[in-house]
């Protein structure tokens, strides 16, 4: 299911965040990430079984470190594509001593904006 960036909370929980990046398969995805993927070419990329991939991509996508995009076909197969949705993370601690998650998102370009726009106006059409 493709998450509307648009409505994105930009501070998921702390743990949330840590306890999807806590295993070597979810860093990994995201090292492979360099540009938009699909879920075949990571599992392929990061030799992961492909169902452990779309499990690790929908973790990641719920926590706001991935953004999923659907890339329409004329042949009607869509395909979603994955981007890492962040630049960088700092986990901290308050004087109260709660975590703190804060990322710095890359700016998106116009015309991507408007892509994914289109995407979704034709995908309620």
């Known amino acids: 299911m493709e998450r509307d960036p648009l409505q994105r909370d930009d501070?998921?929980?702390?743990?949330?965040?840590l306890d999807a990046l806590s295993d070597d398969a979810a860093t990994s995805i995201i090292?492979?990430?360099?540009?938009?993927?699909t879920a075949?070419?990571?599992?392929?990329?990061?030799?992961?079984?492909?169902?452990?991939?779309?499990r690790k991509l929908d973790t990641l996508a719920e926590v706001d470190l991935l953004e999923e995009s659907t890339e329409?076909?004329?042949?009607?197969?869509?395909?979603?594509?994955?981007?890492?949705a962040f630049d960088e993370i700092t986990v901290s601690v308050t004087d109260d001593n709660e975590?703190?998650?804060?990322?710095?998102?890359?700016?998106?370009p116009a015309d991507e904006r408007l892509a994914d726009l289109w995407s979704r106006v034709r995908e309620e059409t």
């Open 72 to 84: 329409i076909r004329r042949d009607g197969q869509h395909t979603t594509r994955y981007t890492v």
């Open 11 to 17: 501070t998921p929980e702390p743990s949330e965040v």
């Open 31 to 37: 090292a492979a990430l360099d540009e938009p993927k």
């Open 99 to 108: 975590l703190v998650v804060e990322m710095s998102r890359p700016e998106r």
């Open 40 to 54: 075949s070419q990571v599992s392929e990329e990061c030799d992961i079984p492909l169902s452990t991939t779309y």
